[in-house]
């Protein structure tokens, strides 16, 4: 069974830095897409960042130059670095994937809660 298991989430001070760590778990064939997601209380979930695998990467408009999404092919692993945290920021980080167990499918992972707060 295939999961996405994330690791690093956290509270730090406004300004911080904080890095989310994010594992495939299982056997796959091909590994499309990845991508991390947040959702803040009573808000809508929204796209972070993604990197293809060819590493080309996108950012929501929010990020403005502060995070920086990366992945490890040879560890099926993405993460994320977050600098310069805001109180705003706050929020539950989910991993997502593009995978290839087979079939082709779209997998989550549980989610790691990001405080940001002095």
């Known amino acids: 069974q295939v999961h996405l298991v994330e690791s690093g989430g956290g509270g730090v001070q406004p300004g911080g830095p904080l890095r989310l760590s994010c594992a495939v778990s299982?056997?796959?064939?091909?590994?499309?897409?990845m991508r991390w997601y947040r959702q803040g209380a009573r808000e809508e979930r929204e796209l972070v960042a993604s990197?293809?695998?060819?590493?080309?990467?996108t950012y929501g408009v929010f990020v403005k130059g502060r995070f920086t999404i990366s992945r490890d092919k040879a560890k099926n692993t993405v993460d994320l670095q977050m600098n310069g945290l805001k109180p705003e920021d706050t929020a539950v980080y989910y991993c997502?994937?593009?995978?290839?167990?087979?079939?082709?499918?779209?997998?989550w992972g549980q989610g790691t809660q990001v405080t940001v707060s002095s």
């Open positions: 990197i293809t695998p060819q590493s080309v990467t």
């Open positions: 299982g056997s796959v064939v091909r590994i499309g897409d």
């Open positions: 997502n994937a593009d995978l290839f167990v087979p079939p082709w499918d779209d997998y």
